[in-house]
């Protein structure tokens, strides 16, 4: 499998994606979906606006050893779109001036594959930041020179977020490719030999459940207790917590929705699920989103629709926080992704 | 009325019952609600159940919802296959055993 990218898919432009999000699908005139904008309007949310910046999430490229079917970023081998040192140095800047970034938020594609990643990480533990790595697991068996990154990360104290679709192979494997399943169990094993998720090591490890079709996750709670019960009895594997994550009708997962006739259901299913207590909770409003170029978004997922900050200054080499703090965060139908049912974060639920 | 007995598109108005009997209706969705809840079954549990039950009483509502909330849920379809054939064996079954009725009858009335 290839990125729509390296597809030539009409996909792969993100004004296709944005046509299709905002008006549906062409030919069907009687399909109107309430405008999300509408939606905070009646709660008195629009425009929606930060709270505090605490989270600083750097997507430090597109390159990725896998191609998953869901994946809002068109990642995969075929990306070289990646952060260079220098756009690396103007986020350390930033951070360092700036101490209500708590936290680092690390993603990609596959985090781990910048030659740049590891420096990076040290730079951003000497500032005193909590570090989260958004790794896929795979990386750490994909070559050698990746085996040691469960010490790695237990070196800087860095908090490990993976996905893992399912506690079983087949969901597994048919969303993020085949073997990905037993790859990812002989990681989750690495990561618990050195201390990652075993209680009072605390060193975090919490894994991410997102939907292997066109459905919205399950409560939370009940499939962590599912998750750990399940990963201990078949392969002695421990976790802190488990994030259900929604998938966003963007970029591969909306091909994946177009393609399988499922597109307006689930859209009239995200709609249908729109929980005022999730909107007031997204994680847009705490959250600045830094691009491999270093462009500056309010989520992971506006970035990969191009929908820049709304503000004069947009690129990392610019930041002006008073700015940021009192933009007015870009809206569109997507969002509804983020507000369905119990809510959608990179932490997971947030109602 | 269409000249069709079944929409698809009708589930999603079940909660307009209401419209017509509102009290009625509430008490329903609300005991709907506490039936399906997490308790001494997981709400997991009783969806697999709820997927059976709507193949032995054939409502296509039903099995529209509770196929979707079955998977959902995280069965697999082994698993919601295997639903089906108790309810169906159960159908099966429950017809089935009428034949010592039939059986005890003929042996009444024969010779």
């Known amino acids: ?351 | 009325m269409a000249n069709h007995y079944y929409d698809a598109a009708d589930l999603a108005k079940f909660g307009k019952i209401s419209e017509y009997q509102k009290e009625l209706a509430d008490k329903f969705f609300s005991w709907y609600g506490a039936a399906f809840a997490d308790s001494a079954l997981s709400a997991k549990e009783k969806s697999l159940i709820a997927l059976a039950v709507a193949h032995a009483v054939q409502c296509p509502y039903c099995i529209d919802a509770y196929s979707s909330d079955a998977y959902e849920k995280g069965w697999n379809e082994a698993q919601m296959m295997e639903a089906v054939h108790v309810a169906a064996a159960i159908k099966g079954g429950a017809a089935l055993v009428h034949g010592v009725q039939m059986m005890n009858k003929v042996k009444e009335i024969a010779m």
Not at chain 1, 56 to 79: E, I, L, S, T, W
Not at chain 1, 303 to 308: C, D, G, R, Y
């Open chain 1, 1 to 351: 499998m290839k990125s729509l990218q390296a597809q030539k898919s009409e996909l792969a432009s993100t004004e296709k994606q944005l046509a299709i999000i905002e008006n549906g699908l062409s030919g069907n005139k009687d399909y109107a979906l309430i405008p999300f904008q509408q939606q905070l309007e009646q709660l008195n949310l629009f425009p929606l606006v930060p709270t505090q910046l605490e989270i600083f999430q750097v997507n430090v490229g597109k390159m990725c050893n896998q191609v998953c079917k869901h994946c809002h970023v068109d990642a995969g081998p075929d990306r070289k779109e990646i952060m260079t040192r220098t756009t690396m140095q103007a986020c350390l800047d930033v951070l360092a001036a700036n101490p209500s970034f708590k936290t680092v938020d690390l993603t990609g594609g596959a985090p781990e594959m910048n030659p740049d990643f590891r420096w990076f990480v040290e730079q951003i533990h000497a500032l005193g930041k909590h570090i989260i790595v958004r790794c896929n697991l795979t990386i750490i068996l994909a070559n050698k020179k990746y085996h040691d990154l469960p010490e790695f990360f237990k070196k800087h104290q860095v908090e490990v977020v993976s996905s893992l679709p399912f506690y079983t192979a087949d969901r597994t494997d048919r969303q993020r490719g085949d073997g990905v399943f037993e790859d990812s169990i002989k990681a989750l094993q690495m990561l618990n030999e050195v201390g990652y998720g075993i209680e009072g090591s605390g060193l975090q490890l919490n894994l991410v459940y997102n939907p292997a079709g066109a459905f919205l996750p399950p409560a939370q709670n009940g499939l962590e207790l599912e998750y750990k019960e399940q990963l201990k009895k078949h392969f002695n594997i421990s976790f802190n917590n488990l994030y259900a994550i929604t998938n966003m009708p963007i970029s591969r997962y909306l091909d994946y929705l177009l393609t399988s006739g499922n597109y307006e259901k689930y859209m009239e299913k995200l709609i249908g699920a729109f929980n005022p207590v999730a909107a007031s909770n997204v994680m847009c409003r705490n959250t600045l989103s830094i691009g491999w170029d270093g462009y500056l978004f309010d989520c992971d997922f506006n970035q990969m629709l191009n929908l820049k900050v709304d503000s004069n200054h947009q690129h990392i080499s610019q930041f002006n926080l008073h700015e940021l703090q009192t933009r007015s965060i870009v809206v569109n139908q997507h969002c509804y992704g983020c507000t369905a049912g119990s809510g959608s974060s990179c932490g997971g639920s947030v109602a």
